[in-house]
């Protein structure tokens, strides 16, 4: 039994590794590609290219670039969705590999027990004159927890690191989506500065007008001077 826990442990922890690995590998790539499509304003094509990419990264990706027209909080509540919908498929097997793990050394415990018992049975039925009778409980006892401690070690070890990796991986992501915000909210859209020089020009308008008045009122004050005389 040990032994078959053993075996489906390790079937799970490479398919655990292979899970994360695809998604460490797209997420690479991807993120190159949209910083550049992102950055010459091409947002059409970075959500396309997101939402071809596939994997956690993709899909959070192309969640964040259908909402770049919202506000800051709701893009981040986004994220945060997007996120979590995506954080059952990146811990998948996680939980039961460190089931397997604290279950391996409590069957081997459990075969200590049994084979105590054998041994003590023995003991009560043929004494304790012939060790070899004794042999077979004692090594019974040792064999299964020697087997259940080398299935729990290795498997509790990489279990708890390929559990970091996931969360490691869950933060690239969200850090990925936050920089895809900054790098589409960066740079002013086409035609803010022209829009901003009319702004400014028709500000100016009126500053002018108000010299020229006092220049006209100034014109008759030589005439009332002159009146008297």
């Known amino acids: 039994v040990i032994v078959s826990l053993g075996a489906v442990a390790v079937l ?11 998604a460490g590998l797209r997420g690479r790539s991807l993120a190159s590609r949209l910083e550049g499509l992102l950055t010459s304003g091409r947002v059409d094509e970075a959500q396309r290219a997101a939402q071809g990419a596939g994997g956690s990264l993709g899909r959070v990706i192309a969640a964040t670039v259908q909402n770049l027209g919202a506000s800051r909080q709701a893009q981040e509540d986004r994220i945060s969705e997007a996120i979590l919908r ?7 097997f996680g939980a039961v590999i460190t089931v397997l793990a604290a279950v391996a050394p409590l069957l081997g415990l459990l075969g200590t027990v ?5 041994t003590f049975d023995i003991i009560t039925e043929h004494g304790t004159g012939d060790p070899k009778l004794l042999s077979g409980g004692i090594s019974e006892a040792l064999i299964t927890t020697k ?3 080398l299935v729990a070690i290795p498997t509790l070890l990489i279990g708890t690191l390929l559990r970091g990796q996931a969360e ?7 850090r990925a989506a936050l920089h895809v915000i900054n790098v589409a ?11 901003a020089g009319t702004a400014s020009a028709t500000r100016e308008e009126p500053e002018a007008e108000p010299k020229h ?10 005439t009332l001077a002159e009146e008297p005389a």
């Open 213 to 222: 008045d006092l220049a006209e009122a100034d014109e008759p004050a030589p």
């Open 114 to 118: 049994t084979g105590m018992i054998s």
């Open 168 to 174: 490691a991986l869950l933060s690239a992501i969200e």
């Open 86 to 92: 995506e954080q059952p498929r990146l811990s998948r």
């Open 147 to 149: 087997l259940g401690l």
């Open 185 to 195: 909210g960066d740079g002013p859209a086409p035609g803010d500065d022209s829009a």
């Open 12 to 22: 799970l922890i490479v398919l655990r590794v292979l899970i994360l690995l695809a």
